[in-house]
């Protein structure tokens, strides 16, 4: 019997022309790398790019890393004005992409320049080699390391009191729960302050289809039956969509939730009218509404996932909102 049973679910991958993994015998995968072109890294200060980047290890034993990428202006600042962080966690339903991924890789090089940050872009392990919480566990791995690191670029540029998690589709569930456990231990986690929480389309779940998932059920980038293979590829074998890594509305995060207020925390959520999850993210506004946290949400009509990523308009329409996101004034801890 393999170690990784192969879901019933992965039929769906029939339709696809070109699948982005195929299984092996084991229950691993192998990934389409075709479909993800990578980009290497330019720690370069010589180079004439506006953004320099390079990647850390975290955890060896692991395999895991943060490419950072730091904007060339603060190297030319005649100022001592240190810039915000922002941890980034890459989508691909916890099963393909890395920071290394070309889209994502242009995307925080952007977010540097637009945003005037430093972002920190997490490589953590992918399902099913790795299943949950193995992502969650790299995400707080990587916020210690960020905070014990002696790397320059974080010494010198980074304002520590100044964090921001974010993430798009599978990532936004991951910056969601590294929230939880950062608000868990949080003084261990000083001098780092989490600020806030920005969500990007986040990939949550349960075994009830919502009113948005059986009405756009079929949807060509998205269709149920593929976020059903994903998440029998990322949570722990013998658990439903009912689990709380998956389904926000069940188990002890509801309870973290009530420590975002006192410590100050404050939440960005965007969306899009024509996303199957639409409705899951209407769903976590509101109990985190109810819970006394600080949100922020922007919903529009777009359908695609990464829309935002790939048309000019609406990129440079995220940039001002997470822009207005991190410079609006923090919530009063109490």
């Known amino acids: 019997m393999p170690s990784n049973p192969i879901p019933p679910s992965h039929k769906i991958l029939d339709s696809f022309p070109y699948p982005p993994f195929v299984f092996n015998a084991d229950g691993t995968i192998s990934r389409n790398c075709s479909m993800f072109p990578r980009a290497e890294a330019n720690p370069d200060s010589d180079s004439h790019t506006q953004v320099l980047t390079k990647d850390i290890p975290v955890n060896q034993s692991k395999n895991t890393s943060v490419r950072i990428f730091l ?28 920071s290394a991924t070309s889209i994502y890789h242009d995307l925080c090089q952007n977010f540097a320049t637009k945003l005037s940050a430093v972002i920190a872009s997490v490589d953590y392990r992918l399902a099913p080699e790795h299943r949950l919480p193995a992502a969650y566990d790299d995400a707080v791995d990587v916020l210690h390391c960020i905070k014990t690191s002696q790397e320059d670029w974080l010494q010198k540029y980074v304002d520590f009191s100044s964090c921001y998690l974010m993430g798009d589709s599978a990532g936004g569930n991951i910056a969601y729960h590294a929230g939880l456990r950062a608000v868990a231990q949080v003084d261990n986690l000083f001098p780092l302050k989490i600020k806030g929480l920005i969500l990007y389309k986040p990939f949550f779940g349960g075994e009830k289809r919502t009113e948005t998932e059986l009405r756009i059920a079929n ?32 188990g002890d995060g509801l309870k973290l939730l009530e420590k975002f207020k006192p410590l100050g925390l404050k939440v960005m959520v965007t969306g899009g009218f024509g996303d199957p999850l639409f409705d899951r993210q209407i769903e976590l506004l509101k109990i985190m509404e109810q819970k006394g946290v600080k949100v ?28 207005d996101f991190i410079s609006s004034p923090t919530v009063d801890a109490q």
């Not at 202006?73 to 005649?78: E, R, T």
């Not at 269709?223 to 509305?249: K, Q």
């Open 71 to 98: 904007p060339r202006q603060a190297l030319d600042s005649s100022t001592s004005t240190k810039l915000p962080l922002i941890v980034y966690f890459h989508g691909g339903g916890f099963v393909l992409c890395s």
């Open 219 to 250: 949807d060509p980038e998205f269709p149920s039956d593929f976020t059903d293979l994903m998440w029998a590829l990322s949570l722990p074998i013998g658990v439903d969509r009912d689990h709380e890594y998956c389904n926000p509305m069940v």
């Open 296 to 323: 922020v949400s922007h919903f529009d009509d777009s359908r695609h996932r990464t829309e935002d990523f790939c048309d000019p308009v609406k990129r440079m329409a995220l940039y001002g909102y997470v822009k």
